[in-house]
């Protein structure tokens, strides 16, 4: 099962304990997937899904809200209608200024239209809407929990996402999706740890090789040197660090300096080998 099937399979088993929540994700349910259909002598709520599941949840909270003990009377489909929706299923914002209610309706949304990238691959969560209007209001009511999320234009719908790990982690804690959110926070600190080992990794391969390629460059200079004045003309600071460099092609600066007599910190030996760089660029430069 994908990451978003696992979220979706928890919230599918969360049913709020109050009725005014239970309305606010039923009135998302019928926002996102519901229609009213106008029959000759009555008119009728759909509620469509693929997921069995998704509609038997969504019975549970109409027979939980509305005592309906069989099927959805004429009456009964009116009171909804009236109580909750514009005429076009679109939610009232007066129904939904209580924070539970809006976690309900955050989470019936994405339950009908919702759905998350694997947290291994990117960070991704979105809420597919049909209108502009409703895609606003959804914004609105997550961000009012401290979100940032934006909405984009695709094809004929308006996508609400979020992007940032750390804000999809807060957006299953706004559902109340505890084991998903524990799921993805491990998925984080794993991937953490690991982007953490390849910087590192990274910064000490940059800087051997940093090193590798100084040493030969100091050691390509005192070559030079020894070919064009002869080492034993050098200054004896330089003929004993040159010496000591050509003996020693792989050491650090810090270990060059322990085999000078007497010995010198690193500062003194990276000293040295410059002013014996310095001489043979000097020397290049004259002979051209």
Same mark, same amino acid.
């Given at each position: 099962?994908?990451?978003?099937?696992?979220?979706?399979?928890?919230?599918?088993?969360?049913?709020?304990?109050?009725?005014?929540?239970?309305?606010?994700?039923?009135?998302?349910?019928? %926002?996102?997937?519901?229609?009213?259909?106008?029959?000759?002598?009555?008119?009728?709520?759909?509620?469509?899904?693929?997921?069995?599941?998704?509609?038997?949840?969504?019975?549970?909270?109409?027979?939980?809200?509305? %005592?309906? !003990?069989?099927?959805?009377?004429?009456?009964?489909?009116?009171?909804?209608?009236?109580?909750?929706?514009?005429?076009?299923?679109?939610?009232? %914002?007066?129904?939904?200024?209580?924070?539970?209610?809006?976690?309900?309706?955050?989470?019936?949304?994405?339950?009908?239209?919702?759905?998350?990238?694997?947290?291994?691959?990117? &960070?991704?969560?979105?809420?597919?809407?049909?209108?502009?209007?409703?895609?606003?209001?959804?914004?609105?009511?997550?961000?009012?929990?401290?979100?940032?999320?934006?909405?984009?234009?695709?094809?004929?719908?308006?996508?609400?996402?979020?992007?940032?790990?750390?804000?999809?982690?807060?957006?299953?804690? #706004?559902?109340?999706?505890?084991?998903?959110?524990?799921?993805?926070?491990?998925?984080?600190?794993?991937?953490?740890?690991?982007?953490?080992?390849?910087?590192?990794? %990274?910064?000490?391969?940059?800087? #051997?090789?940093?090193?590798?390629?100084?040493?030969?460059?100091?050691?390509?200079?005192?070559?030079?040197?020894?070919? !064009?004045?002869?080492?034993?003309?050098?200054?004896?600071?330089?003929?004993?660090?040159?010496?000591?460099?050509?003996?020693?092609?792989?050491?650090?600066?810090?270990?060059?300096?322990? &085999? *000078?007599?007497?010995?010198?910190?690193?500062?003194?030996?990276?000293?040295?080998?410059?002013?014996?760089?310095?001489?043979?660029?000097? *020397?290049?430069?004259?002979?051209?």
């Amino acid at each position: 099962m994908s990451f978003s099937g696992s979220v979706k399979e928890e919230l599918l088993g969360h049913i709020s304990k109050s009725r005014h929540c239970q309305l606010a994700e039923l009135a998302a349910f019928l %926002n996102f997937s519901g229609r009213v259909i106008h029959g000759k002598e009555r008119d009728f709520l759909s509620f469509e899904s693929e997921n069995e599941e998704l509609v038997r949840k969504y019975f549970t909270l109409a027979k939980k809200t509305y %005592n309906i !003990k069989t099927s959805i009377s004429d009456v009964e489909e009116r009171e909804i209608t009236g109580n909750l929706f514009h005429e076009d299923l679109s939610v009232k %914002n007066s129904y939904l200024q209580n924070a539970c209610c809006k976690r309900a309706f955050i989470r019936g949304a994405f339950l009908t239209s919702g759905s998350m990238s694997d947290p291994e691959k990117a &960070y991704h969560f979105e809420i597919v809407c049909n209108r502009e209007d409703r895609a606003e209001q959804l914004r609105d009511i997550m961000n009012s929990f401290g979100m940032e999320a934006k909405i984009v234009s695709r094809k004929r719908s308006y996508v609400v996402y979020l992007k940032e790990g750390e804000q999809i982690v807060d957006i299953l804690n #706004i559902m109340e999706a505890p084991v998903a959110l524990m799921n993805l926070e491990n998925i984080r600190i794993l991937k953490e740890m690991r982007n953490s080992v390849n910087r590192q990794v %990274n910064c000490e391969t940059a800087n #051997i090789h940093k090193t590798v390629s100084a040493a030969v460059k100091q050691i390509e200079d005192i070559e030079y040197l020894r070919e !064009k004045v002869g080492l034993e003309h050098l200054p004896l600071p330089l003929r004993e660090m040159a010496y000591v460099r050509l003996e020693h092609p792989d050491a650090p600066l810090k270990e060059l300096g322990t &085999y *000078l007599v007497p010995a010198v910190g690193k500062s003194g030996v990276n000293h040295r080998l410059r002013k014996l760089g310095i001489m043979a660029e000097d *020397l290049r430069v004259s002979e051209k």
